[in-house]
């Protein structure tokens, strides 16, 4: 754990060390963030990069493309193809994330087809925002959504009862329950 804190890795070199970690020493991804210091969304989100093709997982030790776009591309389904044309045109995270959202312009006829964004309209969520709600989602034991708008966004907890509502607000003021009569 203190090598891992202290060298610096590559993001598959991180992958492979959190993997290690989790296989030798039996360590939740909750246990071992919180042991190096990290995010368990984080160590997730790491994890997952060890599920690329090998192609990618090369552009991505080479350094040509960042862990954001490497996290943009699992589960796409041409993620080779995006991940080269991600490097040759010097396509940023974001637009990495459209052209997986949408698949590539070319196989479309050249035009998306979703409607142009306007000022204000909500944004795609990327991987790292699917985690978070997940993880809030696991936290509370309800349905979260986070919308992103611009620079800012909202968060919605969904809940059922009054109850539900109560204990989340519980949470929040880190107040005790009370005591069962």
Known sequence: VENLQREDLSPLEEAEAYHHLIERFGHTQEGLGQS?????SHIANTLRLRGLPEP???LLESGELSAGHARALLGAEDAEELARLAVEKGLNVRQVERLVQQGRPEKS???????PRKAGDEVAKDAD?????????????LRVSIALKGDGGSLTIHYQTL???D??????????????V
């Open 36 to 40: 190096v210091g990290k995010s368990r």
């Open 56 to 58: 990618v997982k090369a």
């Open 109 to 115: 006829g050249g035009r998306s087809a979703r409607k």
């Open 129 to 141: 925002t699917l985690a978070l709600e997940r993880d809030l989602s696991t936290l509370l034991g």
């Open 163 to 165: 109850e539900q509502l």
């Open 167 to 180: 204990d989340v607000l519980r949470r929040l003021n880190q107040t005790p329950e009370p005591a069962a």
